[in-house]
């Protein structure tokens, strides 16, 4: 099916009088560098391509905006203007939108419950995978490309193989297993029409871990699993958030899943150990998504919210790095650039209609590295060389108040003393809630067995 494409000049230029930071504004800081308008409706998904310089989005208004970036002009030190294609296919709004690891196709999902795989070229062709019952609210190619991952209102998260586009499995299905002399149930062939659920509510997010062979997602049951896609069974489930799970993501590495939610919570956990590792509420309303730069093994994270700010954490030192304000509205969703642009790109969008690019700077935010020591002429024999003493160092100057790497020590300490103090709050709350739980049953079962005692004490009396 070929889409409505349009070429357009919705360019941007860089609006620097909407930037704040929550530190004072440097050249190593994130900065704004174009605003891109096109959507005539709120902006709810953004997909950077791993390997071109393009940039998808998704709307309110039905349609999937493919902006190519021209490169940067080293002797004006300005961005060349941006290209832009309006593909429409979607009978309704569009949640999310992802792309293979190739960058010729891109995913889309939406509200009129089908998914769309579109060629990244001017013409706009797609295809439509149709299985879902309800809202595609998430998509997630596979690592190698082959196997897309997708979420929706039906409760589902289905796993189909690409090219050929055939359905594999629901994830979840083999632990409802029918019954010994059951017969099985016919498996659609489309993907649908079946009693399975990977979750008891809304599949609000889906992804793949960084080797491909686990999944996670979330939904509006407040859970976060974690999933064996090849077995289709979860592994581990997280009942930390308290209210619906709106994003998740994995670590660089594999090693850790993210996921934040309406309750503005965002936990880390350790998916070997099955544990809480980090617990933040930045935001003052709910967080709306989280994405994890692909550099440096996932150190920093970004996130959005419905308070329209977004931000960035350091995970190592488990601490907010900055705040950025721009949108006119809530922030809904974010997305980094892959590593053909170093990840130094972050795009966000939000319900003012506007897709916002920042060059998000980084790799200046760390400890600074050690000196290296000048390099020694090799000694001329060959037999064994005793480590020699290090040169001893100049004399240092008279320490005016605290030395700075003492003051940063101290920071740092502080910053994860914070952070385990917020991971016990979270767990604090999580005991009473599961100590009241219990109460309430205990005291149900004991009513009921005294309703049971006075009713057969009724009996007795009417037969005597």
């Not at 440097?26 to 900065?31: A, G, V, W």
């Not at 409802?176 to 609000?204: C, F, I, M, T």
């Not at 980090?278 to 308070?307: F, N």
């Not at 350091?314 to 949108?327: A, M, S, V």
Request: proline share 6%.
């Amino acid at each position: 099916m070929t889409a409505l494409a349009e070429r357009n000049s919705w360019a941007a230029e860089g609006v620097d009088d909407l930037l704040k930071f929550s530190r004072k504004a440097s050249q190593e800081e994130p900065q704004l560098v174009r605003t891109l308008r096109g959507h005539r409706g709120a902006v709810h998904g953004v997909a950077f391509s791993p390997t071109r310089r393009q940039l998808a989005s998704t709307g309110g208004d039905g349609a999937v905006m493919l902006w190519s970036f021209g490169m940067r002009d080293e002797a004006t030190r300005r961005e060349r203007p941006t290209r832009a294609y309006r593909f429409e296919g979607h009978d309704g709004a569009v949640y999310c939108a992802a792309f293979r690891r190739d960058g010729r196709q891109l995913a889309t999902g939406g509200a009129d419950r089908t998914v769309r795989l579109w060629e990244t070229r001017a013409r706009g062709e797609s295809r439509i995978l149709r299985g879902h019952s309800g809202a595609v609210r998430a998509v997630a190619f596979s690592p190698d490309g082959t196997r897309l991952l997708t979420g929706a209102d039906d409760k589902c998260v289905k796993v189909w193989s690409l090219p050929r586009r055939q359905f594999v499995c629901t994830l979840g299905a083999s632990e409802l297993a029918p019954p010994s002399g059951a017969r099985p149930a016919r498996r659609a062939r489309h993907g649908g029409g079946g009693a399975v659920a990977s979750h008891a509510n809304w599949v609000r997010a889906a992804c793949w871990s960084p080797d491909g062979t686990v999944a996670a997602s979330g939904g509006d049951d407040k859970l976060v699993k974690v999933w064996d896609v090849e077995a289709a069974k979860a592994t581990a489930t997280f009942f930390e958030h308290e209210k619906a799970v709106r994003g998740v993501c994995f670590s660089a590495d594999g090693t850790c899943v993210v996921a934040c939610g309406d309750d503005a919570a965002i936990n880390v956990w350790d998916t070997r150990t099955k544990g809480l590792l980090q617990h933040y509420t930045a935001h003052t309303g709910p967080c709306t998504s989280v994405a994890v730069d692909p550099k440096q093994a996932g150190r920093y994270l970004a996130s959005t919210g419905a308070d329209g700010t977004v931000k960035l954490y350091d995970l190592r030192q488990g601490q907010l790095l900055y705040t950025l304000e721009g949108h006119a509205g809530g922030a809904a969703a974010c997305a980094f650039s892959g590593m053909s642009t170093k990840g130094e790109l972050l795009a966000s969008g939000g319900a003012d209609k506007t897709v916002m690019v920042w060059r998000s700077q980084l790799d200046g935010c760390g400890p600074a590295p050690a000196p290296k020591a000048p390099a020694k002429a090799p000694a001329p024999s060959r037999a064994p060389i005793a480590a020699a003493a290090p040169p001893k160092p100049p004399p240092a100057p008279p320490a005016k108040g605290v030395p700075e790497v003492v003051a940063k020590t101290l920071d740092h300490v502080v910053g994860q003393l914070d952070a385990i103090t917020s991971t016990l709050g979270a767990l604090e709350k999580r005991i009473c809630a599961n100590e009241g739980r219990v109460a309430t049953i205990l005291e149900r079962r004991a009513r009921g067995w005294l309703f049971v005692e006075l009713d057969g004490d009724a009996n007795d009396e009417g037969g005597a």
